[in-house]
């Protein structure tokens, strides 16, 4: 299996990006497409031992950065790791692909690069969600602010394949996110999005309010990339000052100080379970091959982790698996 | 001044609801009207000292309970604390009313019973969201699930005379909640949202993200009833599951314990900052007539500070403001 990897993406770039792809070339076997600078990329493979075999760079000499315009940056940069890697995943030189960078250029370049499956509507941003019971998969996470209940089911129905074969949940639950709890709330397209997935023959356990998102109460959450790109937001910006908030009483005085510091490798693994990073990457799906988007502030062991994922993704014919639900959708409507 | 308190809606009954709102009687020497069980509340009354001429009974014997629809409720229950109440308030037996039952029922009253300001489209639901710096006033958190631009406008001009002549904030900023800070972003609601809002004479501080909600980034936050409520569940949601994280941590064996034992006023302190019931009520507003809603699980100290929003709420004229500025707005449209 070959991976190709956007070298140049990422806040903390080629350093963890490459650190990250030898280790997984070296825990998992697989080969390794560097998109990127060459020189850069080869002076970051000097420190690693590795399968030199294994490894393969593919210069690209520009790079799209996260204030771009998405649409226009890949139409204008021909030459950024972001386009040439996709046109390499797209012409077949790997089997998937994964970055760090810009989440709006990678999309774009999806959509338009390697296009997405016949028969699917819209590509949803998924995000794998920490909640108390391990996590949720979010979708979608904000890359279609308006959405008509059709987009919503697609979301379901690939979330839930996705969940079952990479994440090894079997018979997926799947929540619509909602203001309450009850059939016949919420706005239209929650109404009407709560029928057809009624009617579907997926694990649909019903509308999920914004209170039960972190308990983890379904695999799979489905909303528009409106309300679903501010419950990921509020939730990362909860977390954050939350701690904050923490971190100011702790400090006040010898005794909290004092009771800190005994807590001190709890208060550090309280902060791991909340923290994005541990889960590796979202997959952009409806695309016609695997793609997993990295966190922007992914270290090595993310990236790493992101591309355990995206092994997954591969070997477990999800692409198929959506292509072939997709068609019977198709041919039952 | 005379307040119509609900004494039958809330988890907690009567009991709070009578004690809250003697302490505000004691307190601010304002009149009360209870509404509500003749008996029960007399009961309650006996365990108090107060000034006996500045507290009524409006006998109701009925209940509307949270699981009714609210609409049918208060056209059924013409007897309930809810509907008696309303009917109070809107003939000018009191100045204000606070009730601590079904938010959906207390907006149907107040919309069929008191009735909207002229020229007022929608009458959103408002909270005190808890933030780092004390609080914003969030708005629609529930009420107007599908929102046009008008509607997000009025909401904005009202929360800004909320803000500034109940909470004291001088000239508040207004937010767009929304997916990006940028101008152009989000939804179609929200771009055009955007548009009237920067051409008003408020002071539109622009978009910001669900991340930015909790640190207090604008005094008034604008959003549709969809995403203002699943975001204000997921704050509590989140409030809730990473205290039990913390729990959770702190239990884990004899050194963590000691730690929690040494930082136990400091940790309740923390909860106190999160919690929503310090804050007082919600003013439903856009109507003819000052409502507050109390929090459901509303003990008698969050009745006490409810009912002194509410006398701001009558004292500072606020509702002859909007009905000024919503003329103004309609003469010059």
Redesign the interface.
């Known amino acids: 299996m070959k991976i190709i990897v956007d070298a140049m993406g990422g806040d903390l770039g080629p350093l963890e990006m490459v650190k990250g792809s030898i280790d997984a070339v070296n825990e998992f076997g697989i080969d390794i497409i560097f998109v990127g600078n060459e020189e850069i990329i080869k002076n970051e493979l000097k420190k690693y031992t590795y399968a030199e075999e294994k490894v393969e760079i593919l210069n690209a000499d520009d790079i799209i950065t996260n204030d771009e315009d998405p649409s226009l940056a890949i139409r204008r940069k021909k030459n950024s790791s972001m386009v040439v890697a996709t046109k390499a995943l797209s012409s077949g030189l790997g089997d998937g692909y994964i970055s760090a960078g810009s989440t709006g250029a990678l999309l774009a370049s999806g959509i338009f690069i390697v296009k997405r499956i016949e028969g699917i509507h819209r590509s949803p941003l998924s995000v794998l969600y920490p909640?108390?019971k391990g996590f949720s998969l979010l979708l979608d996470a904000?890359a279609n602010?308006?959405c008509k209940p059709e987009y919503l089911y697609q979301f379901a129905l690939m979330g839930s394949i996705y969940m079952e074969k990479v994440m090894g949940k079997s018979n997926p639950t799947i929540g619509l996110?909602n203001?309450g709890t009850e059939k016949g709330k919420?706005?239209?397209l929650?109404k009407d999005s709560y029928t057809i997935l009624e009617q579907s023959n997926l694990n649909f356990v019903g509308n999920v309010?914004?209170?039960?998102?972190?308990?983890g109460i379904a695999d799979v959450i489905v909303t528009?990339?409106?309300?679903g790109?501010?419950?990921?937001?509020?939730?990362?910006?909860?977390?954050?000052?939350?701690f904050?908030?923490?971190k100011e009483?702790?400090m006040?005085n010898t005794?909290?100080k004092?009771?800190?510091?005994?807590?001190k490798p709890?208060?550090k693994?309280?902060k791991n379970?909340?923290d994005y990073r541990e889960y590796g990457g979202a997959p952009l799906l409806g695309l016609k091959k695997p793609v997993v988007k990295a966190h922007g502030s992914s270290d090595a062991y993310a990236i790493k982790n992101g591309i355990n994922q995206l092994i997954k993704f591969v070997e477990n014919d999800v692409i198929k698996i959506i292509e072939e639900n997709i068609h019977i959708e198709n041919n039952n409507g």
Chains 1, 2 share one sequence.
């Open positions: 909640t108390l904000g602010v308006d996110l203001i919420g706005n239209i929650s309010e914004g209170r039960d998102l972190p308990t528009d990339g409106f309300a790109n501010i419950a990921l937001k509020l939730t990362e910006g909860m977390a954050i000052s939350i904050s908030l923490l009483e702790l006040k005794r909290t004092l009771g800190a510091a005994l807590l709890e208060l693994n309280l379970r909340m």
